[in-house]
């Protein structure tokens, strides 16, 4: 698609002196979002399309975190519900790549999506992550080869077209274009003019652009680099992935340095890209992937160096903590008086699992505090699912009983989930439970389908017990499997899957 790249603002710091904390970014992990990262009011916000529904737009959703791991959600952004919306994304583009610029000559965050026709659409709030008005006036591309074949955001399918980057200066409020137009095709081939999903950053008297080739939620694409010292060129092509790691790129976010914010030489670029190619099941735009973190490395002459997409392959990086800022605060903290029990988020090497239903599964997990256990949540996928998903927690006194003949459980809660609730996207599905339970108490969640087409579950592998986990198992039943099993028939059907646990969470109040 072609896209007109917002050049006035590039990944100026914000950032001061601080303490640091430390993330990881590893091709290990597998981030089941579709979205977009920008530093905004001293926490990284994660916005993007929110596939999940089954529609061609399902609505622009943030999440907001201090280090890069531990996300939380601040809901829906733009909401497809508004009839005004619905009929507005409906058109061509979609509401599509959505991008947030801070303005600070009207102190206001710009929202720029892809919708129809003339330019782009524009939308405004005072907060980064909520309260999103539609402008009234669309801001116009100041330069189209041919009005009557291309527009912004322009895209067909193979065989070959024409299609390519430009970029020009936004006006002073960040709201429309204005000025000379670059154009950016140093080759003049079709790599140059299959280009699209740019980003643009600043490093050591470099403009660098990234981007990718036509690939709209395809199995992977080249990924391409254009610097130049000059906003202006000439510039200077690479492309350092043949296929982005089964992926397509979709930005890349600059983290200064925590000894000295303004050396750009110092800073992580931190490349991102959308795994369609990983996705366990198609969907609508292949909601189900995952995405990856990849610390960008150059050499001397400021090229880049060849991504790698070995899953071996990890960098640490410190983080400056939004502490600095008397404005920041954390969606992520809980009081003092509530307990968060979970899966955890210290590794992010979560990966889906679509054996439901051919079998059904049990994670459990100790209670390490005493209160009320008031949820208990998981996260569900599917694509088309043609049945209901039952959700139940309960307490059980001990392992060996759990899995043996006619035992029953005590049951503190349970939900039956409805297939129009499903979302394509791994979501979060919550059992409010308002059950008391003590430290020591032993817990779990059953997942149960009763439709015959895949549901999946996020999972994390705990290494066969070399890497830490929640303390709990994980069970699983065949289908009907209901009788004894083993050469003298006294081993039970159900199995633990050792060195596996659900993606799951708990509050305890």
Known sequence: MKRQLITSLLFSSLLGAAQCITTKVSNSFKYQFDTDIDFFEGQYIWYGINFGCGEEFCGIESWSSDDLQTWSSNGLMIDP?????????????????????????????????NAGVPGYVIFTSSSS??????????????????????????????????????????????????GNVTHLAPVGDLVDYEAESPDIFFRNGYYYVSASNTCG?????????????????????????????????TSVLRIPSHADSNDDST????????????????GTRTAAHGHQFQALNFNDDGSVIDLDCDPSVSTTIELPTTSTYSNAT????????TMTLGSGNSYQDYFINCTLPQYALYQTFPVTSSGNLSKVGINLAGAGPTGNVSLTVFRYSNDTALVAPFYVWETLAAKMVQPEEISQALMVVEVEVGAQVKSGDKLGIAVLSEGVSNV???????????????????????????????????????????????????IVE
Request: charged share 10%.
């Open 456 to 506: 999946c579950v996020g999972m994390r592998s705990t290494g066969n017990g070399t890497m830490s986990g929640s303390g709990g198992k994980l069970f699983a039943d065949g289908v009907n499997q209901v009788s004894m099993r083993g050469p003298i028939g006294k081993t039970s059907p159900v199995v633990e899957w050792v060195g596996q646990e659900m993606k799951w969470f708990a």
């Open 330 to 337: 954390s969606s992520n903290g809980t009081s003092t008086e």
């Open 81 to 113: 519900a508004d009839p005004t919306i619905a009929a507005l994304c409906a058109q061509g583009g979609n509401c599509g790549r959505p991008h947030i610029v801070y303005s600070a000559e009207t102190s206001t965050y710009v929202l720029w999506v």
């Open 217 to 249: 939620f395809c199995q992977g694409t080249l990924l391409i680099i254009y610097r130049s010292r000059s906003i202006t060129g000439p510039w200077t092509r690479q492309i350092i992935s043949a296929d982005t790691c089964s992926g397509q790129t």
């Open 267 to 282: 800073a992580a670029y931190i490349h991102q890209a959308d795994l369609f190619g990983i996705a366990p099941i198609a």
């Open 129 to 178: 992550t909520s309260g999103y008005t539609l402008s009234s006036e669309r801001a116009l591309v100041g330069y189209q080869p041919s009005l009557e074949t291309t527009q912004a955001g322009d895209f067909s399918i193979w065989p070959p077209f024409k299609q390519s980057i430009y970029l020009q200066q936004l006006t002073p409020d960040l709201t429309n274009t204005t």
